[in-house]
């Protein structure tokens, strides 16, 4: 019986190892950041309605998933300690910050800038 012998080709060797350099990259750098709402004691403290939740995130910059998965943990925060600031799971990088100031929601966002909301008037300080 003849034995079956292959030897690769230099092509052969590329291409697998193209496929798993993909397939590490696809898993590693395609991974979705992990937000985390981060309490921060403040000296005013205030319940938002869940409308003023989704106002002060989407002024924020923050994607209608974004919202629905970290706003009542915001709204809990603002509640309880005043202020809150959303990091992202890699390094803590943060990527915004919410204080309350009497009835103002003071809002300082990379992605959107600065802005104010008071949850009587509606917003005083929009870029």
């Not at 291409?15 to 395609?30: N, R």
Request: net charge positive; glycine share 10%.
């Amino acid at each position: 019986m003849k034995t079956i012998s292959h030897k690769p080709k230099k092509s052969d060797v590329i291409v697998v190892s193209l496929l798993l350099a993909l397939m590490v990259f696809g898993a590693v750098g395609c991974a979705p950041r992990r937000m985390e709402v981060v309490p921060l004691r403040y000296q005013d403290v205030l319940e938002l309605s869940s409308d003023d939740i989704v106002r002060v995130m989407r002024q924020a910059g923050f994607s209608n998933d974004q919202i629905l998965e970290h706003g009542a943990d915001l709204h809990d925060a603002l509640a309880h300690s005043g202020a809150a600031q959303i990091t992202t799971g890699r390094g803590g990088r943060r990527v915004a910050v919410f204080a309350i100031n009497g009835d103002a929601v003071y809002i300082s966002s990379r992605m959107a800038g600065n802005s104010i909301y008071n949850v009587n008037t509606g917003w005083v300080g929009v870029p």
